[in-house]
């Protein structure tokens, strides 16, 4: 029978419950440490539905202790979350995913490292991401961290503690009855026509190389590494597809290497004439050159001059360099992704297409991130169907 000891604060009001289940003991006698569990009610519980809940949480955890489900140690959150990441590498996790995770945990270890899983409280994380908003935490540019950044550590301390509570450790996510900063929906930045046709027109006299990454970002809606990582043979001359099935990313522990797609599915992406006709120019002049300098083919798409992968960042490089030598507006490779969907949406494209095109894994996600798009697109249906049935009549 799990024995139950209310705990106080200094006012003498109960804060949270411990829950002690009998472990056995040692050859000699002497007693094994009991398992220990702390259950801490949620705010505004009736005495009655304390009594009910307390009585349910202490029947699981005698049943989990009684299965051996339950272990006695108490790792600190730093010494956890290293497991977790380290379990999560191990099952597929990205590599620039896990770069990202550690270098989150390093912030965040500094404030809450050294606490005990079952110590960890709600105020120990709002007080953390308080912090994280105070000037200097941005290495870059010297101030806090922007809403998002806190939101994304906030959600690593989730999927920390989310895996705690599969494993039985603690008995709820402490990161659910958190505080975390609200964000403010951000319409996504993308390119007007007239913008992308002047890209285009400056494009003309650059080397062919440029000019075919250039056109593969916009033409596709597709992510860097997944051009960076395009294969000749992946290039589907008879279809005028691309198949996309390859990553290339860089990250200063691995270098610049291979993965699979972000979703983990491979597409295929339907390109115009045109740009297949710049491919086949690009892959005439690239054979050329290999052969004039005697390098051996890597089969990429888009190469380094030593005949390697091109590195995964030298676009972001080369789009800077490119937009000030011929006065337009900064270029982030990205910009082009957004700038397809927001195009294909508002000519009328449905969204289950424009989701495929984009490589997501859900619909909603692109419902989600392009719904001012999708807003516009419906008064333009309205408008649509205002002149369809009413305005033939007048």
């Known amino acids: 029978m ?41 705010p505004g519980m009736t005495k009655r539905q304390i009594a009910k809940e307390l009585e349910r949480q202490a029947t699981l ?47 965040i270890n500094a404030e809450i490292g050294p606490i005990k899983l079952q110590d960890l409280r709600p105020d120990h994380l709002n007080r953390l991401y308080a912090k994280l908003a105070e000037p200097g935490q941005n290495k870059k540019t ?16 989730s999927t ?3 895996q705690a509570v599969k494993e039985q ?11 975390p900063p609200k964000l403010q929906k951000h319409e996504m930045d993308a390119f007007e026509v007239e913008e992308v046709q002047a890209i285009l027109k400056a494009l003309e006299t650059e080397p062919l190389k440029w ?5 593969l970002l916009i033409a596709t809606g597709a992510r860097r590494g997944e051009i960076m990582g395009l294969r000749w043979e992946n290039v589907d001359w008879t279809e005028n597809k691309l198949y996309l099935c390859e990553n290339r990313v860089y990250t200063p522990e691995s270098g610049a290497i291979s993965t699979t797609l972000k979703t ?18 690009w892959r ?16 990429y798409v888009l190469t380094a001059e030593n005949g390697g992968p091109m590195h995964p960042d030298s676009p972001t490089d080369w789009l800077y360099k490119f937009s000030k030598r011929h006065g337009l507006p900064p270029i982030h490779p990205h910009k082009f992704r957004h700038t397809q969907a927001s195009l294909l949406i508002a000519q009328g494209v449905d969204i289950l297409t424009v989701s495929k095109r984009l490589g997501h894994a859900k619909v909603s996600t692109t419902l989600d991130i392009y719904s001012h798009v999708l807003a516009k697109s419906d008064e333009k249906a309205s408008d649509t169907l205002d002149n369809l049935l009413y305005r033939k009549q007048a």
């Open 61 to 107: 955890f005698e049943e989990a202790c009684k299965q051996g489900q339950v272990s006695i140690e108490k790792p600190t959150f730093e010494k956890y979350a290293a497991y977790v990441v380290e379990l999560k590498e191990r099952n597929g996790l990205k590599v620039k995913t896990a770069v990202r995770y550690k270098d989150m945990l390093k912030r």
């Open 169 to 179: 450790l603690i008995p709820f996510n402490t990161a659910e009855r958190a505080t």
């Open 264 to 281: 983990g599915e491979n597409r295929y992406v339907s390109v115009s004439p045109s740009v297949m006709a710049l491919l086949k120019r």
């Open 160 to 162: 920390i503690l989310a």
């Open 2 to 42: 799990a024995n139950i000891t209310p705990r106080r604060n200094k006012d003498g009001d109960i804060i949270s419950y411990q829950i002690r289940v009998f472990r056995g003991r040692n050859a000699d006698g002497t007693r094994l440490k009991d398992y220990m569990m702390t259950w801490r009610p949620t």
């Open 284 to 299: 005439a002049e690239q054979a050329a050159t290999f052969l004039k300098l005697g390098i051996t083919p890597s089969g």
């Open 142 to 157: 010297g101030g806090g961290l922007s809403a998002k950044t806190i939101v994304e550590h906030h959600r690593v301390i």
């Open 211 to 215: 000019q075919v990454c250039v056109q």
